[in-house]
T-cell receptor, first 115, second 113 residues
Framework: EAGVVQSPRYKIIEKKQPVAFWCNPI?????LYWYLQNLGQGPELLIR????????DSQLPKDRFSAERLKGVDSTLKIQPAELGDSAVYLC?????????????FGPGTRLTVL | AQSVTQLGSHVSVSEGALVLLRCNYS??????LFWYVQYPNQGLQLLLK??????LVKGINGFEAEFKKSETSFHLTKPSAHMSDAAEYFC???????????FGAGTRLFVKA
C-alpha cells in the first residue's frame, strides 16, 4: 500500500514569491491534515479536512495561506506571498477515521527555504 | 487545554543500553496518547498508542510505554538500544471527544556503538 505522497520534497524561493505544496493521502483515508514543523519542534496543525470540508483551520494564517482539497482526495497548500519566517517543513498526514484516537500516517514533508 | 512536554531534547545511550524517553502531559479529561518516530528524511510513523485499555502499551521494534495517571506521564522505554533506533521521537496527546492532536517538541535519540 502506498503511503502519503508529498511533492516537492524541497523548495527554495525568494521572499514575496508564491509557493504551493501537494499531498496525496493514503487511498480511502477521508481525513487529511497539514502541519507545520519548525526546526527542533513538533508538528503544529494548520488545517484539517474531513473529505472536502475544512473542519479546523483556526491555526491557518489566512492572510497568506490557503488550502484546498477538491473531490476530497489530494490537497494543495499555498503560500502567497512567502515570508522569511515561513521556512520550515510542511507535513501532510491522513487518517482513516475522524476521531482523535485515529492513527495519522505522515508523508515525508516538503522542506521550504525562503531567502 | 491539553499540552505535552518531552523532557530532554537529546538523549544519548550506548548500544544495548536501556532507552528511556520521558513524556508528561496535561489534560482535563482522559487522553489518548501516542508515540511517533521520525527517521531522517521520512515522515512520522506510529510506534504505539494508549486508548484507555491496558496501561502498559507495547509497540513496534520492542518499544513500550506505560500510562501513569497519577504522574501524568507516558514514558517510552526499550530494554536494549540498537543502532537503528537512532531517530527523533515525538509524544502526542489528544482528548477523548476532541479533534486535535498536540505534539511535543521531540527528543532526538543518539545510539553510540
Amino acid at each position: 500500500e502506498a503511503g502519503v505522497v508529498q511533492s516537492p520534497r524541497y523548495k527554495i524561493i525568494e521572499k514575496k514569491q508564491p509557493v504551493a505544496f501537494w499531498c496525496n493521502p493514503i487511498s480511502g483515508h477521508n481525513t487529511l491534515y497539514w502541519y507545520l514543523q519548525n526546526l527542533g519542534q513538533g508538528p503544529e496543525l494548520l488545517i484539517r479536512y474531513e473529505n472536502e470540508e475544512a473542519v479546523d483551520d483556526s491555526q491557518l494564517p489566512k492572510d497568506r495561506f490557503s488550502a484546498e482539497r477538491l473531490k476530497g482526495v489530494d490537497s494543495t497548500l499555498k503560500i502567497q506571498p512567502a515570508e522569511l519566517g515561513d521556512s520550515a517543513v510542511y507535513l501532510c498526514a491522513s487518517s482513516l477515521g475522524t476521531g482523535t484516537s485515529s492513527v495519522q500516517f505522515f508523508g515525508p514533508g516538503t522542506r521550504l527555504t525562503v531567502l | 487545554a491539553q499540552s505535552v512536554t518531552q523532557l530532554g531534547s537529546h538523549v544519548s545511550v550506548s548500544e544495548g543500553a536501556l532507552v528511556l524517553l520521558r513524556c508528561n502531559y496535561s489534560s482535563s479529561v482522559p487522553p489518548y496518547l501516542f508515540w511517533y518516530v521520525q527517521y531522517p528524511n521520512q515522515g512520522l510513523q506510529l510506534l504505539l498508542k494508549y486508548t484507555s485499555a491496558a496501561t502498559l502499551v507495547k509497540g513496534i521494534n520492542g518499544f513500550e510505554a506505560e500510562f501513569k495517571k497519577s504522574e501524568t506521564s507516558f514514558h517510552l522505554t526499550k530494554p536494549s538500544a540498537h543502532m537503528s533506533d537512532a531517530a527523533e521521537y515525538f509524544c502526542a496527546v489528544s482528548l477523548t471527544g476532541g479533534f486535535k492532536t498536540i505534539f511535543g517538541a521531540g527528543t532526538r535519540l543518539f545510539v553510540k556503538a
